[in-house]
């Protein structure tokens, strides 16, 4: 039995192997140059993907063979990985195609659709350079008015789309589609809300004076104590605003944040130079305009693309990838496809977190970044500040869109309208604006694109606080700890997969993923 099931998962990974790598070769070429042909491709490799994983024979075998508990681990945790990644995919063909045609339909209006304000047609950033730099009010309403029209247009089909995602999930025993992802996630739903209201206990009262300093500002440039949405400097106040912060700007006029992810990564013996010759870093026509970092085979095959022009950002999530190639490229070598992988979508974020944080470490900006000594001292009280805000605020953030699809699942068709904004109220103290009625929640895109995946961005806050805290206790300074790497590898990269994330969070820090050392991190 035990060397069927070696076979059977030796036969699986060989067939995804081929079949992922392709894919993720195809998505690489869409990202770095949109073209009909280039989606085409893509698009029929994904639904390829997505069927060999709905392959029921497939999942009724591995069933079998874990019920025949197989003693050696790796094998076991193999089988588990194969299960986790069926169990989402099994659906009839016809729920599938479905599922994948509208989520894609709603996606392409997002990235279709602009606005239009007294004439012309807008874009996310038109939108954001307003509400960031205007001091007309009435323009500020209209502007963040526009922004949540994508909301109308995509809200029925969304509550359809999850309508048939629940459908998907109760064919499999789930209460809905929500439960089934936490569970696919390996993220027990009682654990996990325990812990987003111990982060909603932590951030409430530093977030209340926070904001309340920030409103004061407010009041006082737009002359009004009755604050609305668009006072703010994004349409879901989820950025930290200019007067919130600290710009570092003029520290880097280059366009070079490539070198400072590669000098930061060499001093904790981790080289990306092989990462970074692979990767398409500038901008450019018909390129994605956003940043990733994707592991292309599960070898050693790691490309980020990116769009670096100059300034604070780019050095920042240049940080961010770069965290996350660190990790993909020290997954150990000899562990099988299946295992070859972050443990979690939370374990490879936070080691992301941890990286980007560092473009407001003091010590990064001296040592690293070669800023005079004194030009950082200057800041270095207003850069604590301002790392900490950032926590709070997206924590804040976080727990809407948390909380908001917990019961979006479980009943789609509810007031949706109201509970968002009950939501936004409660956890961001931002009112909503007397007679606003419409799908607001519907205009923000993970929830039809990502779903059950922004608790992994709250999860991987706490993480990058506990993993910064440990590395400090057991290297030392993390900026001049050559030691970090090492200690990082070997305790948190290289077991992959092979064990589950609690396993593997206990083993690197030491104790159990809690929110202690982020309490202490936004305290600071
Ligand atoms: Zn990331």
Same mark, same amino acid.
């Given at each position: 039995?035990?060397?069927d099931?070696?076979?059977?998962v ?31 491709? &893509? ?10 994983? !709905? ?26 990985v ?55 009010? %009435? ?11 994508i !909301? ?6 969304? &509550? ?40 909603? &206990? ?26 609305? $949405? ?22 880097f ?37 956003? @940043?990733?970092c994707?592991?292309m ?8 693309? @990116?769009?670096?022009? $100059?300034?604070?950002? =780019? ?7 770069? !965290? ?8 150990e ?18 080691? @992301?977190?941890?990286?980007g ?37 997206f ?9 908001? %699809?917990?019961? *979006? ?19 961001? *103290?931002?009112?909503?604006? &007397? ?20 608790h ?8 990058a ?12 300074? *993390? ?7 090492? =200690? ?37």
């Amino acid at each position: 039995m035990s060397e069927d099931a070696v076979k059977l998962v030796e036969a699986t990974q060989e067939h995804w192997r081929a079949l992922e790598t392709r894919f993720h070769h195809a998505y690489w070429d869409s990202q770095i140059e949109a073209s009909p042909d280039h989606d085409r491709l &893509r698009a029929e490799l994904e639904l390829e993907v997505s069927r060999a994983k !709905g392959d029921r024979d497939l999942y009724r075998a591995v069933l079998d063979a874990l019920d025949a508990r197989p003693g050696d681990p790796e094998l076991a945790r193999s089988l588990e990985v194969l299960r986790l990644s069926l169990s989402g995919n099994q659906m009839d063909d016809d729920l599938r195609t479905q599922i994948v045609e509208l989520s894609s339909a709603i996606e392409s209006d997002f990235a279709s659709f602009r606005p239009v304000l007294d004439g012309q047609r807008l874009s996310d950033n038109e939108i954001e350079e307003i509400l960031t730099h205007s001091d007309d009010g %009435e323009l500020r309403r209209r502007a963040w008015g526009a922004s949540k029209e994508i !909301g109308t247009v995509v809200a029925d089909r969304v &509550r359809e789309l999850a309508r048939l995602r629940n459908e998907a999930a109760r064919a499999l025993g789930f209460p809905d589609y929500y439960r089934m992802s936490l569970d696919l996630q390996e993220i027990p739903e009682a654990w996990l809300f325990e812990t987003m209201d111990g982060l909603d &206990r932590l951030t409430a009262e530093p977030f209340r004076a926070w904001k309340g300093s920030l409103d004061d500002a407010l009041a006082e440039r737009f002359g009004t104590r009755e604050l609305s $949405p668009w006072h703010y400097s994004d349409p879901f106040f989820q950025l930290l605003p200019p007067q919130g912060g600290v710009s570092l700007d003029e520290f880097f006029p280059a366009a070079d944040a490539d070198r400072h992810a590669l000098a930061t990564f060499e001093r904790w013996n981790v080289d990306l130079s092989d990462v970074i010759a692979t990767s398409d870093l500038f901008p450019r026509e018909h390129k994605c305009q956003h @940043a990733f970092c994707i592991q292309m085979d599960r070898s050693k095959d790691v490309r980020i693309l @990116a769009n670096i022009v $100059p300034g604070e950002r =780019w050095v920042e999530t240049m940080l961010h990838e770069s !965290g996350h190639a660190a990790y993909d490229m020290s997954i150990e070598g000899s562990l099988p496809y299946l295992l070859r992988r972050p443990a979690h979508t939370f374990t490879t974020e936070a080691m @992301a977190i941890m990286s980007g944080r560092l473009v407001r470490d003091p010590r990064w900006l001296t040592e690293v970044a070669g800023i005079p000594e004194e030009h950082v001292a200057e800041i270095a009280g207003d850069l604590h500040a301002a790392s900490a805000a950032q926590s709070l605020l997206f924590a804040r953030w976080g727990l809407v869109m948390v909380y908001f %699809e917990r019961d *979006l699942y479980n009943d789609p068709g509810g007031d949706l309208d109201a509970r968002w904004w009950d939501l936004v109220e409660r956890f961001q *103290l931002v009112r909503k604006p &007397r007679d606003r009625r419409g799908p607001d929640w519907a205009a923000k895109i993970h929830i039809a694109a990502a779903p059950v995946y922004y608790h992994n961005y709250l999860l991987g806050e706490m993480l990058a606080s506990q993993l910064r805290a440990a590395l400090e206790r057991d290297c030392g300074n *993390l900026i001049d700890a050559s030691a970090a790497g090492p =200690w990082l590898r070997e305790r948190f990269f290289s077991p992959g997969a092979s064990m589950p994330w609690d396993t593997l969070v206990e083993r690197a820090t030491g104790a159990p993923l809690s929110a202690a050392d982020h309490a202490a991190y936004l305290s600071s």
